[in-house]
């Protein structure tokens, strides 16, 4: 079998971090048999700067032909605003390929030690990802007078929380059997009442799933109190973000957390990236730490139905971090965790 995978590295570590990921799955696919074709595209803020867009007008067509897609990381505020590059790439590809649930992972590896006492928790955020607060539904007038207005609206449709809710049930049906759904909806009464009435419809459909739902403040401290008791954690786009960024640092720090964005009809191709973006600070450095991107690499495998090499390559990464490899910022350079990785597998 061969794959055809389109690599976007983007900014900054995300080309370190790309080349990290493809030499470890170039290997687990040796090793099960398989191939995997990859077709690089310079899609970024350097290509922006050259182009004025953050990929070509056909850019989402030429990757649907892919089985899937690995991307690094993407922004450069420095040189283009944030806001810019996100809604050029990122979120452009999740919304046309409807690559509604964001999968993001989080538990320490083994040998990493996390800022919490608690060590034994498993969790895994599905973040919605198409629609909600990142809609880029909005404007602004009367810029740049004192008379100026900027508003941007959520927009939260039937279709789309539940589909995200369904695909919640299913994965804690397929896990511990215990669903959190997170909203706001004290303050937020018409989306996020919608988003609750929704939760407890679905919920008559999978009687074997426990179901909760928070606030979204109450998750943010249960996920440092009592992460040992949360199995499948859903949330919106904008709390889904937030939320995976505190389960990044629960687990470790960015560098652990991996993510995937899947189109689960199948029909076009998902996108695995690390949850960490372009980190600037530490560009061109070679210390930036692999994990997550191998971890996400280990993800798209798994997607591809090759759940062997999957389980290989979590395994090698597993045996490389017990070893003390890659588990404290900066002390490891990127090449020798790949390499640590790739000695294991
Ligand atoms: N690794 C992907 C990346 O660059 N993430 C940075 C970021 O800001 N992502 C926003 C998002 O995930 O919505």
């Excluded at 030429?62 to 897609?69: G, K, V």
């Excluded at 896990?175 to 679905?202: H, P």
């Excluded at 029909?267 to 372009?278: A, K, L, R, Y």
């Amino acid at each position: 079998m061969n794959y055809k995978i389109a690599l976007i590295p983007g900014d900054g570590i995300g080309k370190d971090v790309t080349d990290a990921a493809w030499s470890v799955l170039q290997k687990a696919a040796g090793q099960s048999g398989f191939t995997l074709e990859g077709t690089e595209f310079p899609w970024s803020c350097a290509y922006y700067r050259q182009h004025g867009t953050m990929m070509p007008q056909d850019g989402i067509e030429t990757l649907r032909s892919f089985d899937a897609i690995l991307l690094g990381a993407v922004g450069w505020p420095a040189e283009v605003p944030d806001s810019v590059s996100l809604h050029g790439l990122l979120l452009p590809i999740r919304k046309a390929f409807v690559q509604f649930a964001n999968i993001r992972p989080h538990r320490l590896l083994p040998g990493v030690q996390g800022p919490l006492k608690a060590s034994a928790f498993d969790i895994l955020c599905i973040r919605e990802n198409t629609e909600g607060e990142y809609s880029g539904a909005g404007g602004r007038v009367h810029q740049g007078t004192k008379d100026e207005v900027a508003v941007e609206t959520s927009i939260f449709t039937r279709a789309g929380v539940e589909r995200i809710l369904r695909f919640g049930f299913e994965q804690a049906r397929a896990r511990r059997g215990k669903l959190a759904s997170v909203t706001k909806s004290n303050a937020q009464k018409y989306s996020m009442v919608f988003w609750d009435e929704i939760t407890r419809q679905l919920a008559t459909e999978y009687p074997d799933v426990e179901v909760a739902s928070y606030h979204i403040d109450a998750m943010a401290a249960r996920m440092v109190m009592a992460p040992e008791t949360l199995d499948v954690v859903v949330a919106s786009n904008l709390f889904g973000d937030i939320l995976t960024d505190l389960g990044a640092a629960i687990q470790g720090g960015l560098g652990f957390a991996a993510s995937a964005n899947i189109s689960p009809d199948r029909t076009s191709p998902s996108m695995f990236e690390p949850v960490h973006g372009s980190a600037p600070d530490i560009a061109h450095l070679g210390i930036a730490n692999p994990i997550a991107t191998i971890w996400s690499a280990a993800m798209m495998l798994d997607h591809l139905g090759e759940t062997s090499a999957a389980a290989a390559v979590m395994a090698a990464v597993e045996q490389a971090t017990a070893s003390g490899i890659g588990t404290t910022p900066g002390k490891d350079r990127t090449d020798a965790i790949t390499s640590a990785v790739l000695a294991a597998l």
